[in-house]
């Protein structure tokens, strides 16, 4: 009788433990569900093989290989943060790095906390930069368990955020380094036999942008007035009827150089945080009348627009490819290098025409067809004595190739011919309520490493 009792007791024992795990298990569902709710974030199984975070591989710019930084800002606080991006979710670094997944990585503490820009976490070093990326990789790996970082609001759909400038630019420096671009415009104003003025070949040419009016991708662009020399040799005040766009990349400077103390070319990389897509948009007619002596102006000044991701020298270190042979060989001592490597960058530049809802291609051109190196364009900055500091961006300068350019002045030969756009329109300037994108992406054995995009619309212009 003792004995049955005995089993009776833990069968019943048994079932109420049994019953409070039940309760407990459907309460914590009811927990998680709330929380996505809540959140208005559900995450779906992930099948890429690769991230917890699910995305097609192949399709997206941003697998886990890749761990681009930016700034974003939700819309409950709208308060501006660092953040990573992997597939089409936002990942908040402020929130990680004050639960302690980056503790002890990094000498530097408190590289996201409050920041409001990616500074503070460059200021950190190359060697930080790496473990950040590696921790992060670990961290959303194809085993990691996200109830806690559902939990922590860390994760935010790409779809719900808005993004700012990646860093506070201090110095924009543009360069004119491809020879397909500057053959192009020499010939269209100078003639095919001077094409290329005599010191373009001896030192990477470039000019001091304004960094004030740096914008990130998706900010309204307004048409800019100034002065503009007509036809008939008068001179106007008016809205530029020539705004253009060029298609680029620039470099982020991540580690500064002291003032006095040029940067040795095969050290030069080294201060390179990683890159991001320009458009330093252009009015053509203000450039031609002010260019000279001093070069552009207000035709340039009006705003450059920059993606707001920074994809890292680290990421992109599968897509280096070699420098075509460069001829001639600059005779300075100092821009001559031992290396010569670049990126294999694509990018396609669309035009969404106010008429239209859709963006039409209009082309297709690549980094790697540059004529001076990035290295050389560090090398030729500094060899003044000018310093490099964190956060400073080092354009390229229009990127064109042999077959296909990068500003609608080489597509329309400088307004004389009318470009087609997708099927029923055709320009030869950008009108008002056009939308310029740059899409950039680097490709090899099914691996994708994108920007995402870099793209601006005009607005009309006012006249003071």
């Known amino acids: 009788m003792a004995i049955e009792f005995l089993k009776l007791s833990i069968i019943s024992s048994a079932i109420t433990a049994l019953t409070f795990y039940l309760i407990g298990l459907i309460i914590y569902c009811e927990d998680i569900e709330k929380l996505a709710t809540n959140n208005s974030l559900i995450i779906p199984k992930s099948t890429n093989g690769e991230s917890v975070i699910p995305y097609n591989k192949g399709e997206t710019d941003f697998p886990i290989q890749n761990i681009p930084f930016g700034i974003f800002s939700d819309q409950g606080t709208q308060r501006k943060r660092p953040c990573t991006r992997i597939g089409g979710y936002v990942i908040d670094l402020e929130i990680l790095e004050q639960n302690n997944y980056f503790l002890g990585l990094c000498t530097q503490s408190n590289m996201f906390a409050g920041a409001t820009t990616l500074n503070p976490f460059l200021q950190s070093g190359p060697n930080c930069w790496h473990l950040i990326r590696i921790t992060l990789i670990k961290l959303f790996s194809p085993q990691a368990e996200l109830t806690n970082l559902l939990r922590l609001n860390v994760i935010h759909n790409f779809e719900s955020v808005s993004m700012s400038l990646p860093v506070y630019t201090r110095s924009f420096t543009d360069f004119y380094s491809s020879r397909y671009h500057a053959v192009n415009v020499g010939t269209l104003f100078r003639g095919p036999q001077n094409a290329l003025n005599p010191n373009w070949e001896e030192m990477p040419i470039a000019y001091n942008g304004r960094a004030s009016s740096l914008v990130v991708s998706g900010t309204g662009v307004r048409r800019p007035n100034g002065q503009v020399k007509g036809t008939d040799g008068q001179v106007q005040y008016k809205a530029s009827e020539k705004l253009d766009f060029e298609v680029e990349i620039a470099a982020v ?85 031992s290396f010569s490597h670049t990126f294999d960058i694509n990018l396609k530049v669309y035009l969404k025409p106010h008429q239209s809802h859709q963006p039409a291609l209009l082309s297709t051109v690549n980094y790697r067809d540059l004529h001076w190196s990035l290295a050389q364009q560090l090398a030729h900055l500094t060899v003044s004595g000018a310093n490099l500091e964190i956060g400073d961006l080092i354009g390229s300068g229009t990127i064109s190739g042999a077959e296909q350019v990068g500003s609608m002045l080489e597509m329309s030969k400088n307004g004389g011919i009318a470009v087609k756009v997708g099927e029923d329109v055709e320009r030869k300037w950008i009108e008002d309520g056009d939308q310029v994108v740059i899409k950039g992406y680097s490709e090899k054995q099914g691996l994708r490493i994108g920007f995402g995009e870099c793209s601006g619309q005009i607005i009309q212009s006012l006249l003071i």
């Open 253 to 337: 400077i991540g580690k500064a150089s002291e003032i006095g103390m040029p940067v040795k070319i095969k050290e030069a990389m080294e201060h390179v945080f990683g890159f991001v897509m320009l458009n330093d948009w252009s009015a053509r007619d203000i450039q031609q009348w002010e260019y000279v002596p001093l070069g552009p102006f207000n035709s340039k000044n009006f705003a450059t627009t920059i993606s707001p991701w920074i994809v890292t020298i680290e990421a992109l270190q599968p897509f280096m490819v070699e420098m075509e042979s460069q001829q001639p060989v600059p005779f300075a001592s100092y821009l001559k290098q």
